[in-house]
């Protein structure tokens, strides 16, 4: 597997939840909790917001959660605000000790 | 504060070779994993490779697009990783960043464009 599967966008208005998934395989997102996502605003560095599924780094908004159920992983917002706008990437540990990426979902906040 | 200064991208025609380096400093480089990401212009992040610490015995591990092309190193006494990039490839063209363990601190980039 090249990748792990992400919707391609997601949308949603100020104020509201979104959540996007990350689905891969039992060698990688099933098999660890070694998952994280990343924020990237245009031509920036991507930014930790969470790793091993759900723990969030000093600094992340309590407004974004992580979970995982068997093979897909998830990045929730709640209280959706202009400046989450951005690219949102997933990560997992892989069964031959390699790192895989999401294809990245384009979050807009309408 | 952690900071990560990468350098050395530029432009290099098809089947030539190119070294990155990393610079690192604020937190304790010789204890950290270091991995190299990239990112074509408008596409997802690719992870490239990682070079474990020496307590790990400098381990590496790559990518399988560019297993056999690209070498990850370190020099500890200097802090800074090193991505050696051999045989380049059109599609190796991106914006490469350097990552310490946990990739929860990222450099800016540099810029490697292959083409002739």
């Known amino acids: 597997q090249s990748t792990l599967t992400q919707p391609a966008s997601v949308s949603g208005s100020p104020g509201q939840s979104i959540t996007i998934s990350c689905t891969g395989t039992?060698?990688?997102?099933?098999?660890?909790?070694?998952v994280s996502w990343y924020q990237q605003h245009p031509g920036e560095a991507p930014k930790l917001m969470m790793y091993e599924v759900n723990n969030r780094p000093s600094g992340v908004s309590n407004r974004f959660s992580g979970s995982k159920s068997g093979n897909t992983a998830s990045l929730t917002i709640s209280g959706l605000q202009a400046e989450d706008e951005a690219d949102y990437y997933c990560s997992s540990f892989t069964s031959s000790s390699s790192l895989i990426f999401g294809g990245g979902t384009s979050l807009i906040v309408l | 504060e952690v900071q990560l200064v990468e350098s050395g991208g530029d432009l290099v025609q098809p089947g030539g070779s190119l070294k990155l380096s990393c610079a690192a400093s604020g937190f304790s480089f010789s204890d950290s994993a270091m991995h190299w990401v990239r990112q074509p212009y408008g596409k997802g992040l690719e992870w490239v490779g990682r070079i474990r610490s020496k307590a790990n015995n400098y381990a590496t591990q790559y990518g399988a697009s560019v297993k056999g092309r690209f070498t990850i190193s370190r020099d500890d006494s200097d802090n800074t990783a090193y991505l050696q990039m051999n045989s380049l490839k059109i599609e190796d063209t991106a914006v490469y960043y350097c990552?310490?363990?946990?990739?929860?601190?990222w450099g800016q980039g540099t810029l490697v464009t292959v083409s002739s």
């Open positions: 990552s310490k363990q946990g990739l929860t601190d």
């Open positions: 039992s060698s990688d997102v099933g098999g660890y909790n070694y």
